[in-house]
C-alpha cells in the first residue's frame, strides 16, 4: 500500500534552517504531483508548493517564495522541502501529499503522509 513519510521536523530558533523529507512508497513521486502542506494550531492546512510529475514547481500565493524550495530525488523517491530563515509563523504541522493532478489544494491529495511538527522560537 501507499505510504508517505515525513521527517526533518523539529524545534529550531529564528533564522535556523531545516529539510523536510518526504520518503514515498507504493508509489512513484515522479508519477505523481507532489504538494507540502501546513497546519497551524487553529487554522486550516494550507499549501505551501508542490512539485508536478515533469518537475515543474510551483509556491502558494502567500507561501514564503525564497525562503522555501521543493525538489525531488527519483532515485530516492523522494520530495523534500528545504525552509531558510525561518519564521516564528512557520510553526505549523508539515504534511506531503500525493495527487493526480497538480496538488494545489488539500481536497486534491488521495493520500496524506503524517505529518511532521516545525516549531521556530523567536
Known amino acids: 500500500q501507499v505510504q508517505l513519510v515525513e521527517s526533518g521536523g523539529e524545534l529550531v530558533q529564528a533564522g535556523d534552517s531545516l529539510r523536510l523529507s518526504c520518503a514515498a512508497s507504493?508509489?512513484?513521486?515522479?508519477?505523481?504531483?507532489m504538494g507540502w502542506f501546513r497546519q497551524a494550531p487553529g487554522k486550516e492546512r494550507e499549501l505551501v508548493g508542490y512539485i508536478s510529475w515533469s518537475g515543474r514547481v510551483g509556491y502558494a500565493n502567500n507561501s514564503p517564495e525564497g525562503r522555501f524550495t521543493i525538489s525531488r530525488d527519483d532515485a530516492k523517491n523522494s520530495v523534500y522541502l528545504q525552509m531558510n530563515n525561518l519564521k516564528p509563523e512557520d510553526t505549523a504541522v508539515y504534511f506531503c501529499g500525493a495527487s493526480n493532478q497538480l496538488p494545489t489544494k488539500p481536497k486534491d491529495v488521495v493520500y496524506w503522509g503524517q505529518g511532521t511538527q516545525v516549531t521556530v522560537s523567536s
Open positions: 507504493g508509489l512513484s513521486v515522479s508519477s505523481y504531483g
